[in-house]
């Protein structure tokens, strides 16, 4: 069974950066589709950013396009989110999540995914 655990969250004011770590263990296939999503207060949540590991192919949510990535770590089987020139619109609990069913173009931030972290806050400041 697939763990997840995120790390890296915090505050930082209004043009700041972050960077968000997701260790992920149990799981020994080459082919998973990882996401990053996010949950604001009285708010639905949102798929932020998506990598189909084996595919190397990203996608992203238009508010967050230029200013995140999301990149794997392979030594430490983690995957990263790094946000650049945040905004106090991206205040959330960010989550990481992850399927093995979805590979390539199915892999993109869909609601479905099987397995989730336990999240981390992130607070952006004005």
């Known amino acids: 069974q697939v763990q997840l655990v995120e790390s890296g969250g915090g505050s930082v004011e209004a043009g700041g950066s972050l960077r968000l770590s997701c260790a992920a263990s149990?799981?020994?296939?080459?082919?998973?589709?990882m996401g990053w999503f996010r949950q604001a207060p009285g708010k639905e949540r949102e798929g932020v950013a998506t990598l189909s590991i084996g595919a190397s192919s990203t996608v992203y949510a238009d508010s967050v396009k230029g200013r995140f990535t999301i990149s794997q770590d392979n030594a430490k089987n983690t995957v990263i989110l790094q946000m650049n020139s945040l905004k106090p619109e991206d205040t959330a609990m960010y989550y990481c999540?992850?399927?093995?069913?979805?590979?390539?173009?199915?892999?993109?931030?869909?609601?479905?995914?099987?397995?989730w972290g336990q999240g981390t806050q992130v607070t952006v400041s004005s």
């Open positions: 999540a992850a399927d093995s069913r979805y590979f390539g173009f199915l892999c993109r931030p869909r609601p479905d995914f099987r397995i």
């Open positions: 149990g799981y020994s296939g080459s082919n998973i589709c």
